[in-house]
Each structure stands twice: as C-alpha cells, then as structure tokens.
C-alpha cells in the first residue's frame, strides 16, 4: 500500500522551530517531487514549498521564503521541512504529497500535481 506519513508537528512557543518530516512506505520516493501544503482552519489549504525528484530544485510561497528549507534524503526515503522563525500564522495542518513530474527539475505548488497525500500533523505556534 502506497503511504506518506508526516511526523513531527507540536506545539511550539512564537520564533521557535519545528522539523517536519514526511517518509514513504511502499513506494520509493526517487522519482517524485515532494510537497508540502498546509490549512489552517477555516482556510484553504495552500502551498507551502515543494522539492523536486533530484532535490536539485526547489519552490517556496512566499511566505515560507528565508525561515522554512525543504530537502530530501532519498537513502531514508524521506523528505523534510525545517521550520524556523516560527509565527502564529504558521499555525496548520501540514501535508505532504508526491507528485510525478516527466524532469527530476521541477516541481510546482499545484496541489492537482500531486496524485499521493499523507494525513497531516498539526502545527500549533503559540505562547
């Protein structure tokens, strides 16, 4: 059975840090971009950043610019998102998804790409 699973999430203070992660079972993540999106309630759920197959390219919204880096561990099946300089707005449900691009280049905060999701792990930032 094809699985992502995201781990990691809690409660953090405001300007604190979070390392999600998002590991795959049953299938290799080699040949698929990975992203993360994230709803907050009452909210649509929107791109967060998105890594390609490779890890050789890389897209952030722009409010994930300068304080989230996404990369990837192909060995350990895994990818992460480093969260600093966390904000109350940062406050959601992350998801992680895969998506399979034809170039190991690309990969696009689209959330139509994606054909495979995880669950979600909630991240609340608040004192």
């Known amino acids: 059975q094809l699985q992502l699973v995201e781990s990691g999430g809690g409660l953090v203070q405001p300007g604190g840090s979070l390392r999600l992660s998002c590991a795959a079972s049953?299938?290799?993540?080699?040949?698929?971009?990975i992203g993360w999106f994230r709803q907050a309630p009452g909210n649509e759920r929107e791109g967060v950043s998105c890594?390609?197959?490779?890890?050789?390219?890389?897209n952030y919204a722009d409010s994930a610019k300068g304080r989230f880096t996404i990369s990837r561990d192909n060995a350990k099946n895994t990818v992460y998102l480093q969260m600093n300089s966390l904000k109350p707005e940062d406050t959601a449900v992350y998801y992680c998804?895969?998506?399979?691009?034809?170039?190991?280049?690309?990969?696009?905060?689209?959330?139509?790409?994606?054909?495979?999701w995880g669950q979600g792990t909630q991240v609340t930032v608040s004192s």
């Open positions: 890594i390609s197959s490779s890890g050789g390219s890389s």
């Open positions: 049953g299938f290799t993540l080699d040949y698929f971009a």
């Open positions: 998804a895969a998506a399979g691009y034809g170039s190991g280049y690309v990969c696009y905060l689209r959330e139509n790409d994606y054909d495979y």
